[in-house]
């Protein structure tokens, strides 16, 4: 399955748009790409997934290259509540393959 | 909405203690899963299951194992705490749809100390 690479924290503003990289250069061809948000002291929760080029819902926007070799999570002003752990994940469509592999994950701090 | 349900929240056991951890969900998922989570490592797979009876080996297995006898029931076994086990454990389960990869759902996390 791919591993996946996140920078270990960023952080940003109030009312900015935040960009946050994955990399998975090993990503196979039927994997789909995942991204979820963890509050402290709470399970992980689903917030996109795609498998190319952008895909957008009322949390976020979610861009993969041709290549499929990373992608990029883009909230859009965020405020104080957007503070938490992002995770990037790939996983096959079925069986055996629906294993989900968390990293460690981008700790995205949001200050005022 | 879909439910996971750890059996506790808090859990305090003995170290060389038989630890059963128990997850229900109620949304007829396939899969199911069990992570580990401690400060600076992010979650970790314990075990994976994505039928009933079946069981594919996580990044972490050593020390744990499974049982999962019906499909809405994933129960992780400490077969001799240690104190190193000590941590939050999380669970989760997800449709299995051929074609395409579904969101998981997570229980609250049960946090185990092994003293």
């Known amino acids: 399955l791919a591993k996946t690479t996140q920078p270990i924290s960023m952080d940003s503003y109030e009312g900015q748009e935040v960009n946050i990289t994955c990399s998975h250069n090993n990503i196979a061809t039927n994997d789909y790409i995942t991204w979820y948000q963890q509050f402290p002291s709470q399970g992980p929760r689903f917030i996109i997934q795609?498998?190319?080029t952008k895909v957008t819902n009322e949390v976020a926007s979610l861009f993969i290259p041709a290549d499929r070799k990373s992608s990029t999570l883009s909230l859009p002003r965020v405020s104080l509540s957007d503070t938490a752990v992002y995770y990037c994940?790939?996983?096959?469509?079925?069986?055996?393959?629906?294993?989900?592999?968390f990293g460690t994950g981008t700790l995205l701090a949001v200050q005022p | 909405d879909v439910k996971v349900t750890q059996s506790s929240r808090y859990l305090v056991k003995r170290t060389g203690e038989k630890v059963f951890l128990e997850c229900v969900q109620d949304m007829d998922h396939e899969n199911m899963f069990w992570y580990r989570q401690d400060p600076g490592l992010g979650l970790r797979l314990i075990y994976f299951s994505y039928d009933v009876k079946m069981k594919e080996k996580g990044d972490i297995p050593e020390g744990y194992s499974v049982s999962r006898e019906k499909k809405e029931r994933f129960s992780l076994i400490l077969e001799s705490a240690s104190t190193n086990q000590t941590s939050m454990y999380l669970c989760?389960?997800?449709?299995?749809?051929?074609?395409?990869?579904?969101?998981?759902?997570f229980g609250q996390g049960t946090r185990l100390t092994v003293v």
């Open positions: 989760a389960s997800s449709y299995r749809v051929s074609g395409t990869n579904t969101e998981a759902f």
């Open positions: 994940l790939v996983a096959g469509p079925g069986g055996a393959t629906n294993k989900l592999i």
């Open positions: 795609g498998y190319k």
